[in-house]
């Protein structure tokens, strides 16, 4: 069974401009996340989507955004761009809402982000 | 205070010997708790569930403390491929589904 995919595996911007970055989660998981992990810090967790709508956020600014597309699939977008955003981009899903609180969530290699 | 706090390490262990580690949280209604392992520029994976009572899976032992609101794991006789950063990371709600991860320990396993 194929794990979660991310794309494209490596991502180099320029301040001032917009990232997309895609995720494919595990066949059968409705819930999808998102996290961003900056050189020298823990994970941070961004955005989950789950049956397609957005269902929490943490606390980045309103140029993260994303959505989820009713196969689940997701993208991230990053608008205008900052240096700090250069950081590795984990998206993770789980089975969903279906589930307790003890969904576990299985992450995706991840999208390094450079901006320059 | 941080939401989940970890030993950042390094543990040096020796190849065949026991380490264990904390992590400490500090939402006293937090749901679920897991340890994921990461290795280097890779992305974490899940290594167990921690649960009430306390789980073993072969060489790995986790421990949950609700009153002191800390968990613990446990690996014993350790290899090599032990080496690895060990992320604490608690779900501190219950339906959100938002896992908070600790900064991380470092263990590497020496011959």
């Known amino acids: 069974e194929a794990g979660v995919t991310q794309s494209p595996t490596h991502l180099i911007k320029t301040r001032g401009q917009q990232a997309t970055l895609r995720c494919s989660p595990i066949s059968g998981h409705t819930s999808v996340y998102w996290y961003q992990q900056a050189l020298g810090l823990g994970l941070q967790f961004l955005l989950w989507y789950d049956e397609g709508e957005e269902r929490n956020r943490g606390n980045f600014p309103p140029r993260f955004s994303g959505r989820q597309f009713p196969n689940y699939s997701s993208e991230l977008n990053v608008n205008a761009l900052e240096l700090e955003d250069s950081a590795l981009y984990l998206c993770?899903?789980?089975?969903?809402?279906?589930?307790?609180?003890?969904?576990?969530?299985?992450f995706g290699p991840g999208t390094r982000l450079t901006v320059l | 205070r941080k939401e989940v706090e970890q030993d950042p390490g390094p543990f040096n262990v020796p190849e065949g010997a026991t380490v264990a580690f904390n992590c400490t949280y500090s939402?006293?209604?937090?749901?679920?708790f897991f340890w994921y392992r990461q290795d280097c520029r890779k992305e974490p994976k899940l290594l167990m569930s921690?649960?009430?009572s306390g789980n073993e899976d072969g060489r790995f032992t986790a421990q949950l403390n609700r009153a002191s609101q800390y968990i613990s794991l446990l690996i014993r006789d350790s290899k090599l491929s032990d080496s690895a950063t060990y992320l604490c990371?608690?779900?501190?709600?219950?339906?959100?589904?938002?896992?908070?991860f600790g900064g991380g320990t470092r263990v590497l396993v020496k011959p």
């Open positions: 939402n006293s209604a937090s749901q679920s």
């Open positions: 990371v608690v779900n501190p709600e219950a339906a959100g589904n938002k896992l908070t």
């Open positions: 993770a899903s789980s089975q969903g809402l279906a589930r307790t609180f003890t969904d576990t969530q299985y």
């Open positions: 921690v649960y009430s």
